[in-house]
């Protein structure tokens, strides 16, 4: 602290390398089972330490997770002797009432919030939704999203052919029509009843069309070429 007062700067001095090489035994034992030597290789690779530990030093460090409540097993993998926490008294839990409030703040949220940030909370949710222990709760928190069973790399796909107006080929589920080509030069990604639609210029029919990007199954060429969309003035409007 002296020194820190006196330099205004952060040294390695000033960090406890005790307190640093047990969150990073914690980390590692919460990701999968870890022998000492695959422990002992990390530390001695990691950037800011680069040291070799004893396997005497992480029982202490082990030791000292189990004080604070971690409780670690010791596990038989393959004749190997590997550690692994399997709880700890950090864990979040999410209550009914806190659940349903959240679902309360999202449904209000929802119908204003930017499409980016609708994704954030996309994945805030996936994440959230595992320590919520009721199940149907859980289920209302994995289902409320209009991105649920759609996969992310699909909608940044979508996202950027929007932002660029490019012309794309989709190959799409339709109700009436069966399993069809449908080409159209994308202008955004919209939300609408709950549900995330893509628009633009339908080439087929030469007009402006919107298209539930859950009955996407793939996209199957992309032009790069720039293109005007004219959108029709009752579409605009």
Do not use: W
């Amino acid at each position: 602290m002296k020194e820190f007062l006196k330099t205004n700067t952060v040294t390695y001095n000033l960090l406890s390398y005790t307190g640093f090489k047990s969150m990073l035994i914690f980390s590692q034992l919460m990701k999968s089972p870890k022998s000492y030597s695959e422990l002992q290789e990390y530390l001695l690779n990691h950037e800011y330490l680069k040291e070799n530990i004893s396997i005497d030093s992480l029982r202490i460090y082990m030791n000292s997770l189990r004080k604070i409540g971690c409780d670690i097993v010791r596990l038989n993998v393959d004749g190997v002797s590997k550690f692994m926490i399997v709880s700890h008294p950090f864990n979040l839990k999410v209550t009914k009432a806190q659940a349903r409030s959240i679902i309360k703040v999202y449904k209000a949220i929802s119908k204003s919030i930017e499409f980016n940030d609708l994704m954030a909370l996309q994945a805030f949710f996936e994440k959230i939704s595992n320590y919520v222990d009721d199940e149907s709760l859980k289920a209302k928190l994995q289902n409320l999203s209009p991105f649920n069973n759609i996969k992310i790399e699909l909608i940044e796909e979508l996202k950027f052919h929007a932002q660029n107006n490019n012309e794309i080929t989709i190959y799409y589920h339709s109700l009436n029509s069966g399993n069809k080509n449908i080409t159209l030069i994308v202008d955004k990604m919209t939300i609408r009843n709950g549900k995330l639609y893509i628009c633009g210029l339908n080439s087929e029919y030469n007009n402006y069309s919107s298209f539930l990007v859950s009955r996407i199954i793939k996209i199957l060429s992309v032009n790069l070429s720039k293109k005007t969309i004219e959108i029709p003035d009752i579409i605009a409007g």
